[in-house]
Antibody, heavy 127, light 107 residues
Framework: QVQLQESGPGLVKPLETLSLTCSVS????????WNWIRQPAGKGLEWIGR???????NYNPSLKSRVIISLDTSKNLFSLELTSVTAADTAVYYC?????????????????????WGQGSTVTVSS | DIQMTQSPSSLSASVGDRVTITCRAS??????LNWYQQKPGKAPTLLIF???KLQSGVPSRFSGSGSATDYSLTISSVEPGDFATYYC?????????FGQGTKLEIK
């Protein structure tokens, strides 16, 4: 059974870079999309971005200039870097695997969903 | 970006009630719609994908429906463990976007 585990500093100073890793166990990185999502305390889910194992990335336009998501298949993990952080970046950060869940009829397309999530890593931005 | 709007933002129900949460997309998403449940302090879990397909292990009291821009999640008979926050999310294109959430509370 695949499991994801986020790790990284719980406290980051303003204007520095937030770096988190998501370790994948129980399966290989394989052919999926690997996502980062965050959730400020008491608020909803915000999608940060994703990376495919073929190297394609998609980012939230509101964060795109500050985000890098990368993959290390040799270590079975993927990473998030968020630069120039402010207090507004304080949140619980989740990693999640996005899988092709079912075919869309005979179109050749698939319904994708985030069916495996890490437990979350709390990051506070403060001096 | 596709905007996802859920209603209501919160909902009070009793055990055994039938409840429905709706989600509207700012453009057609052709049933590329997922529903997640999140309990306090926990990561979200996938309930439904493709608008109406039940994720393995999810009780059959959960169901999803809809098409084009309008979707709904129904719990046929609420159980104590169902009190949580529910999110819709579109998977039609990137950036992926979530609804703002619906908190199901005990009446």
């Amino acid at each position: 059974q695949v499991q994801l585990q986020e790790s990284g500093p719980g406290l980051v100073k303003p204007l520095e870079t937030l770096s988190l890793t998501c370790s994948v166990s129980g399966d290989s990185i394989g052919i999926y999309y690997w996502n980062w999502i965050r959730q400020p305390a008491g608020k909803g889910l915000e999608w940060i971005g994703r990376l495919s194992t073929s190297g394609n990335t998609n980012y939230n336009p509101s964060l795109k200039s500050r985000v890098i998501i990368s993959l290390d298949t040799s270590k079975n993990l993927f990473s998030l870097e968020l630069t120039s952080v402010t207090a507004a970046d304080t949140a619980v950060y989740y990693c999640a695997r996005e899988d092709p869940m079912a075919a869309v009829g005979t179109t050749g397309y698939f319904y994708f969903a985030m069916d495996v999530w890490g437990q979350g890593s709390t990051v506070t931005v403060s001096s | 970006d596709i905007q996802m709007t859920q209603s209501p933002s919160s909902l009070s129900a009793s055990v055994g009630d039938r409840v429905t949460i709706t989600c509207r997309a700012s453009q057609s998403i052709y049933s590329y719609l997922n529903w997640y449940q999140q309990k306090p302090g926990k990561a979200p879990t996938l309930l439904i994908f493709g608008a109406s397909k039940l994720q393995s292990g999810v009780p059959s009291r959960f169901s999803g429906s809809g098409s084009a821009t309008d979707y709904s999640l129904t719990i046929s008979s609420v159980e104590p463990g169902d009190f949580a926050t529910y999110y819709c999310q579109q998977s039609f294109n990137a950036p992926r976007t979530f609804g703002q959430g619906t908190k199901l509370e005990i009446k």
